[in-house]
């Protein structure tokens, strides 16, 4: 979701400025860390929580403080959490007065992930908790099939997905893509949400006296993590393959920004399940700001001792890429391994050297052995050939 609305913020085509609502549902943000990279005169204003209940009051709070810089912006994107019900999001722009006569909701977009998307939509939830996935899918706009790379852009199966959404939402437009990469005409200006078709989904939407409570499977937890400081980057590429294959199952999606000793440039990773993506970014750390480190981790049943004492290991107490006795260990190895290296080729050049020596002293050798002979042959008589019978 990130990645599009970077997308959507540097594009040039639409002419629009925007505000932007950040919704962490851990207490560390990372996504506005990069946001912030990419903005100019937008702005953001960050909540953390699920934005769908525990701090839906804060949205509408959010969206009227907004409206007093009206003439900085001229349309909100909002991005919720993954685990974010749209419901009771999309609601408080017709349940607040004052929020529908300031702002009209141009439309819902829905990132779906096209190698995981089946698995959560089947996953069996506890009674009264609702599945997110198939909620997302039902109240989107515009779904944007994400990834299709990781099925090998395999038609059939993409196809399959396809019905598979459409059999939950036959309204929105479909679009496949890798990376978020949708012309941004495509996702603004749609005037694209439909209470009619709301109203079918859920007949008490704009019921007041019904309260949309979204329950959380208690089995879902996000552990979040920030310090100053700098890692080691060889420990930290170690730790986080052990993260993804001791827990990758279980992982629903993580990302963090870090400060890597002796770098200047800033290292982002992010991942869903066992699929890890990550490496230093353009983005720089600037003269004076504060080098720190945040991660998030969303998933089932998860150990925040073990990632947050995992991570903490991988932290360097200088900004530098090894302990000086390493440094000095290594350029003494490589000082001998070069030293033998070249006492090796050495060595070879003066045995071919001796060998060719050798070999010339041996055929002049021979060479006189043979004028001598045949000196011989020709000063002595000659002797009838001899016969055995």
Known sequence: KTTLLNKILKSPDHGLRFAIVENEYGDVGVD?????????????????????????????????NLYKKISKFDAVIIETTGLADPAPVAKTFFAEEE????????????????????SRLDDKKPEGVENEAVEQVAFADRILLNKVDLVDNDNSVLSAIENRLRSINSQAQIFRCEKSAVDAKNLIGLKAFDLDRVL????????????????HDKSISSVSFRFEGHLNHGKLRKWIQNIILTMGENLFRYKGLLSVSGSKKKFLFQGVGMIFSGG???????????????????????????????????????????????????LTSSYILCFSCVFCVVSVVLWLQLLSIWTLAAAILIFKIYVKEAKKLKSSPAKKPFYRI
Not at 47 to 56: A, E, K, L, S
Not at 104 to 117: F, P
Not at 300 to 329: H, T
């Open 280 to 330: 230093f970014s353009n983005q720089e750390w600037k003269e004076g700001e504060t080098r720190e480190c945040r991660f998030v981790f969303i998933g089932r049943n998860l150990d925040d001792e073990m990632l947050k004492g995992g991570l903490m290991a991988c932290k360097c107490p200088e900004d530098l890429y090894f302990k000086m006795s390493e440094v000095i260990g290594w």
């Open 200 to 215: 079918q989904l859920d007949p008490d939407f704009l019921n007041e006296d019904v309260e949309h409570e979204h329950e």
């Open 32 to 64: 506005e860390k990069i946001l912030s990279e990419s903005c100019t005169e937008e702005l953001i204003e960050v909540m953390n929580g699920c934005i769908c209940c525990t701090v839906r009051g804060d949205l509408a709070v959010a969206l009227k």
């Open 99 to 118: 929020i529908n006569k300031k702002y009209y909701l141009d439309g819902i977009i829905t990132v779906v992930d096209a190698k995981h998307i089946i």
